[in-house]
C-alpha cells in the first residue's frame, strides 16, 4: 500500500508544443529527450483507510487548484488499472525535488514520474516502465520521457497503445556533460501549450520537426555529438519562436540567458569547442558539452553571472527501499 519511487527530469532534445488533447495529455507530434542526473524527484505514496481524502504535498507544501488537479489526474490513472481493493481508499503522497523547480529545469517531468512509478507499485500494477509512462503523461507528456529515461522518445498517438515512451540506444552518455546556467525565473508551462497551436509558427514547426526527430534518432544510434546537440539548439530556437509568436506573447528567455546562448557560440565559433545550447520553455540554459572541456565551459557560464551545476545523463524512474520513504 505504500511506495517510494526516484526520477530524473528531462532536457528537451526535441521538443513536442501544444497537445491535441490536454485531459490525456496527447501531444501533435513526437518528441525526444535525456534524463539529467544526479538532479531527481523523491516521492513516497500510500494508500490508507486512516486519510480522510486525497492529500499532494511537494516540497513542504500540500497542492491544490490547478497543481492538485493533475495530481490527482495521474492518481486516477493508476487506480482504473488496478484490480487491488486498497486503491479505493484516499491516498497521501509526498514529493521532494533535489534542484529548483518552476525555472526552465523539467520539474513535472521528474515529478509525474516519480509518483507514477511509486503508484504502480502502491497499486500492485505488474507494469513495464513503458506502461507506466502512459500514467505519467496524464500529469505530464515530458513525465513520459523521465519514466523510461536516457535518452527516450515519446510516441504520439491517440491511445496509451501508442502514445508511450521507448528509450533510444545511445552510448553518447559516456561523455556528455551538461553545465546548467540557472536563470530564476518562474514560468508555467502549461501556459504556453495551451496556445501553442494558435501562433502562426506552429504549422511551420510541425512541417519540418518529423525530419528532424529521425535526424535526432539517427544522431543519437551513432552516438554523433555535433548533430545530437546541434539539433538541439535549433529546436530551442524554433520552440522559442513558436512560444513568442502565440497570443500572450511570451518571452521567457532573460538577459541573463541571452547571455550564457551568446557565450557558447563564442567558445564554439572562436575556440573550437564542441558546446551547444538548450533551452525548454524556460529561462535557464542546458550548455551541451564533452569531458574535455566542461571546466573552461562552466567557468564561461559561471562568468555571465548565473550560478551554474554540472549534471550527466540519468537513468530510468525506479522504485527505492522503505528506508527512502519520506513518511
Known amino acids: 500500500m505504500k511506495a517510494t519511487a526516484m526520477a530524473h527530469p528531462i532536457q528537451g532534445l526535441v521538443k513536442y508544443h501544444g497537445m491535441r488533447d490536454d485531459v ?23 494508500f490508507s483507510m486512516d486519510y480522510d481524502e486525497d492529500t499532494f504535498v511537494v516540497d513542504g507544501e500540500e497542492l491544490d487548484g490547478r497543481a492538485y488537479e493533475r495530481v490527482e489526474a495521474v492518481v486516477e490513472k493508476a487506480r482504473s488499472k488496478s484490480d487491488a481493493a486498497h486503491t479505493v481508499y484516499p491516498v497521501r503522497l509526498e514529493s521532494e ?28 500494477l505488474d507494469a513495464s516502465r513503458q506502461e507506466i509512462s502512459t500514467i505519467a503523461r496524464v500529469g505530464s507528456a515530458s513525465a513520459s520521457r523521465a519514466v523510461t529515461g536516457a535518452f527516450s522518445q515519446l510516441h504520439t498517438g491517440l491511445n496509451d497503445e501508442d502514445c508511450r515512451s521507448r528509450r533510444i540506444p545511445s552510448d553518447l552518455h559516456e561523455d556528455l556533460k551538461i553545465v546548467v546556467g540557472l536563470v530564476p525565473y518562474h514560468k508555467e508551462t ?6 501553442a497551436a494558435d501562433s502562426h509558427m506552429f504549422q511551420a514547426r510541425n512541417a519540418h520537426i518529423h525530419g528532424q526527430l529521425a535526424e535526432m534518432r539517427d544522431g543519437l544510434r551513432n552516438n554523433e555529438f555535433d548533430t545530437v546537440f546541434e539539433l538541439a539548439e535549433h529546436d530551442s530556437l524554433s520552440l522559442a519562436a513558436t512560444t513568442m509568436t502565440g497570443p500572450s506573447g511570451w518571452v521567457y528567455w532573460q538577459p541573463a540567458t541571452l ?69
Not at 529548483?100 to 504502480?120: K, Y
Open 259 to 327: 547571455s550564457i546562448l551568446n557565450t557558447v557560440r563564442e567558445l564554439r565559433e572562436e575556440e573550437d569547442i564542441p558546446v551547444y545550447f538548450s533551452t525548454d520553455t524556460g529561462a535557464s540554459v542546458y550548455v551541451n558539452t564533452t569531458e574535455e572541456y566542461v571546466d573552461q565551459v562552466e567557468e564561461a557560464v559561471a562568468d555571465c553571472g548565473v550560478s551554474t551545476t554540472v549534471w550527466d545523463v540519468g537513468g530510468p524512474a525506479k522504485l527505492l527501499g522503505e528506508e527512502k520513504h519520506l513518511f
Open 24 to 46: 490525456k495529455r496527447l501531444p501533435y507530434h513526437d518528441s525526444i529527450s535525456l534524463c539529467t542526473a544526479p538532479s531527481h524527484t523523491r516521492t513516497t505514496v500510500e
Open 97 to 124: 525535488n533535489s534542484f529548483p523547480s518552476n525555472v526552465g529545469l523539467g520539474s513535472s517531468s521528474s515529478g509525474f514520474a516519480a509518483a507514477a512509478m511509486a503508484l504502480a507499485e502502491a497499486a500492485e
Open 190 to 195: 502549461e501556459d504556453a501549450h495551451d496556445e
